[in-house]
């Protein structure tokens, strides 16, 4: 079976710059999460999305990121601009029956 | 203000021996806990967990305690192995609420 697939793996921007993420989760899981590790902390939920819709971005900074999931599969996690603080690993999951299975992460980094 | 507190920031263990991971919480309403491993450059995976009606759970060389009188679990690694090195992150649960990591404990078995 088919990890949670995300791409790319690095990347590296200006601040005030723009970047967007991109993840394709293991087939069939209806749940999708974008979690931001900054380093030395643990992962932390910005959105999650149940088929195509949201269920919780409480904790998503709205004046910047952006995140979609049209058709409740693959997903888009945008920021705009970027910021110094916004470096971090970038973390997408996606779940079925309540476990949690991540990609590999897509680390950012903002210059 | 953190709900899951991972006090040690790393551990070194020789190879055979014991390695107890610990984490404590804040709020008594969460139900579910789980650990999760990560190596470098890969996202976090799924290792063992515990609902809040047992108070031990064995998989193995893995074994997690809860003592809910003292919003405390740990995680015993027996015997620990050179592949176990990794980063050790606990996370709750509780309800529809997402899941809440701590900051991890860098563990290193020394062979």
């Known amino acids: 079976e088919a990890g949670v697939a995300q791409s790319p793996r690095y990347k590296i921007i200006e601040k005030r710059q723009s970047v967007a993420f991109w993840c394709n989760p293991i087939?069939?899981?209806?749940?999708l999460y974008w979690y931001q590790q900054i380093l030395g902390q643990g992962p932390k939920l910005l959105i999650q999305?149940?088929?195509?819709?949201?269920?919780?971005d409480s904790q998503l900074p709205k004046d910047r990121f952006s995140a979609e999931r049209l058709k409740g599969v693959d997903s888009t996690l945008k920021i705009q601009p970027a910021k110094l603080e916004d470096s971090a690993v970038y973390l997408c999951?996606?779940?079925?029956?309540?476990?949690?299975?991540f990609g590999s992460g897509t680390q950012l980094s903002v210059l | 203000d953190q709900q899951v507190k991972q006090n040690s920031p790393s551990l070194s263990v020789q190879e055979g021996r014991i390695s107890i991971l610990n984490c404590d919480y804040t709020?008594?309403?969460?139900?579910?806990f789980l650990w999760y491993k990560k190596y470098p450059a890969e996202g976090p995976t799924f290792l063992i967990s515990?609902?809040?009606?047992?108070d031990k759970n064995e998989d193995g060389r893995f074994t997690v305690f809860l003592n809910k009188s003292a919003k405390h679990l740990s995680l015993h690694i027996v015997p620990s192995q050179p592949g176990d090195s990794a980063v050790y992150f606990c996370?709750?649960?509780?309800?529809?609420?997402?899941?809440?990591f701590g900051k991890g404990t860098r563990l290193s078995v020394i062979a």
């Open positions: 087939s069939g899981h209806a749940t």
């Open positions: 515990i609902s809040s009606i047992k």
């Open positions: 999951a996606s779940s079925f029956t309540g476990k949690l299975f």
């Open positions: 709020n008594s309403m969460f139900d579910y």
């Open positions: 996370a709750v649960l509780s309800g529809n609420t997402p899941l809440v």
């Open positions: 999305f149940q088929n195509n819709g949201v269920v919780d």
